[in-house]
């Protein structure tokens, strides 16, 4: 023990590393369908190899929690702003009153229990389950001009309430989402999903990890024209005109491939490459002639394309009218495979609406797409890379917008740099959505930056809490657990009324969806998810978890300036 204390204190980074490693390798263990989490499994083991006592530069904290916070911001950028118009107003003000009333559960707590700034922040944190609180709480309660001891003391009691309230805090939503709404309504999730799906004409199952859909909907198909086909005769403009979900892709005279385009006559004898979905492409030979099996040797390029929608004439449009205002030289030849909104995939239904900054999964030729991409927004490509310039320019302004301060009650209060990044990568998050030409950043480099930078924050926390942590958890933590488990019920409960009654959400599956949205309770939504075996909920989910994301985050500077009391020394 005595040469990991030596190795420990001569280097805490080492520590640092461990903590995360045991820390998410304790948080994939499974109690039925409960998973603890790597963060909260980071700031668990971090209590414990804390109590070593390891000294961490808090610099290293802060940078880490800078980096999640922009790339929480730049990825929830173009759906927040775009979740601020009239469309979607009732769901943004669920998720906001969600938000409001989460907040005054832990205010109330606070002065009920006289809980000081730090352990009431600690309390949002994981009763709300948001861990970016633990950031922006702290930041707050280092700038409040106390002494060193004493902002340790409440700094540490942000863990410590995260830490006793989180388990809850994440099973609680999966309870009232899953079984007790759906149960007090008489719903059933599945069915519900299924009718909201028929309704929107269509909808495909959410698929676990490591699976995939084998029943592909866009196929090619070989077909030999001969005198009984319809096509012989027609230009290529018009086949694709009579089959306006297919294409041709190739066509080949004397077994040879040759140039075409849109005038170029079909004979018989001519061998046709056509791309379609399954459906179309089952009537096809009644048009061509008989399907024939590929030429030996002959090779059809074709492309999954990744499209982020940016053209605003197409925004707040659906799939369906799209397409059929769409002319057929436009669209022939392009199919689209799936959508996606900040990283989920939402059900292809023909009444879908398209929102900017929108994934759009394409199959088709190179050329095609070409055409069509000019129109909606810029590719996704694997080569892309990170602009730096950007980046560099977007957090220097976050860490300048933290230093704002304000005066709240006589407290002067920021919202830190943490805040302040978060606002920063929601500007530029959208502004790479709308002019793609800047502000570059990956989808897998900010995955990483969120997913990194947190558990090195978290870890750093875990550590540097740890002396104080089992003290202030003897002191508070059977009360904290039951406030946390109000935290978590209560405002659930309030939300899913009001929005019920009084702002209209009546679908089943929106109205679950929303309470899961807002809470910013991802556990929560994939078991919702599970219920109802398909992508319904998805699109309630985006809108108000992005704008929860953003107020749930603000709530720690906000806490720490309305609640006055100062820990006990």
Request: hydrophobic share 50%; net charge neutral.
């Amino acid at each position: 023990m005595t040469v990991v204390r030596e190795l420990f204190a001569s280097q805490p980074l080492v520590a640092l590393f461990i903590t995360i490693a045991l820390g998410y390798f304790v948080g994939k263990f499974r109690v039925q369908k409960f998973v603890l989490g790597g963060i909260a499994g980071t700031l668990l083991v971090g209590v414990v190899i804390g109590q070593i006592g390891i000294n961490i530069d808090s610099g290293i904290k802060a940078i880490f929690f800078a980096l999640f916070i922009y790339a929480v911001g730049f990825q929830g950028g173009p759906q927040f702003f775009h979740a601020l118009n009239r469309r979607s107003l009732n769901q943004l003000v669920s998720a906001f009153v969600m938000c409001a009333v989460g907040l005054l559960c832990v205010l109330g707590a606070a002065w009920m229990f006289d809980l000081d700034r730090g352990m009431a922040a600690g309390l949002a944190a994981g009763g709300l389950t948001q861990s970016a609180i633990i950031g922006t709480a702290g930041d707050a309660i280092g700038k409040l001009g106390l002494s060193a001891d004493l902002t340790k003391i409440m700094q540490t009691n942000v863990a410590v309430g995260y830490a006793v309230c989180y388990i809850f805090g994440s099973l609680g939503p999966i309870i009232m989402v899953t079984w007790f709404f759906p149960t007090i309504m008489k719903w059933d999730i599945r069915a519900e999903a299924i009718k909201l799906a028929q309704q929107m004409s269509g909808g495909h199952a959410e698929l676990d990890p490591g699976q995939f859909n084998a029943i592909r909907s866009v196929v090619t198909r070989f077909y030999a024209i001969d005198a009984q086909g319809r096509a012989a005769g027609k230009t290529v403009l018009e086949i694709n005109e009579l089959i306006t979900d297919a294409a041709i892709e190739a066509v080949l005279r004397d077994g040879s491939p040759i140039q075409f385009d849109d005038t170029t006559r079909l004979q018989v004898g001519n061998l046709l490459a056509v791309t379609g979905r399954v459906g179309t492409m089952a009537s096809a030979s009644d048009l061509f002639g008989a399907e024939v099996a590929a030429p030996a040797g002959f090779q059809l390029v074709e492309e999954n394309r990744e499209i982020i929608l940016t053209n605003r004439a197409l925004s707040g449009r659906t799939i369906a009218d799209i397409h059929d205002h769409a002319s057929v030289e436009t669209r022939h030849g392009v199919f689209l495979t799936e959508v996606k909104r900040m990283g989920l995939g939402l059900p292809l239904l023909g009444k879908l609406e398209v929102k900017s900054g929108d994934e759009l999964h394409f199959v088709g030729s190179p050329k095609d797409l070409d055409r069509v991409q000019a129109k909606i927004g810029y590719k996704i490509s694997a080569a892309a890379v990170t602009d730096f310039v950007f980046f560099g320019i977007g957090m220097a302004i976050g860490i300048l917008i933290g230093m704002i301060e304000f005066r709240l009650w006589g407290v002067p209060v920021s919202i830190g740099s943490g805040g302040g990044c978060l606002l920063s990568g929601l500007l530029f998050g959208w502004l790479r959505s709308v002019h793609p030409n800047f502000a570059a950043l990956p989808l897998g480099a900010s995955n990483f930056l969120r997913d990194f930078g947190l558990a090195v924050f978290v870890g750093i926390v875990g550590i540097t809490a740890g002396p104080q942590a089992l003290v202030a958890i003897k002191q508070s933590g059977l009360t904290l657990l039951f406030l946390g488990v109000a935290v978590t019920l209560v405002p659930q409960i309030v939300t899913f009324f009001f929005s019920y009654y009084v702002l209209g959400i009546r679908n089943p599956i929106e109205a679950l969806a929303c309470v899961a949205g807002g809470r910013s309770a991802n556990p929560a939504f994939a078991a919702l998810l599970e219920k109802a075996g398909n992508a319904t909920p998805v699109v309630s989910f985006t809108v108000t978890y992005a704008v929860a994301n953003v107020f749930l985050t603000l709530w720690g500077p906000i806490i720490v300036g309305i609640i006055t009391k100062n820990a006990t020394p």
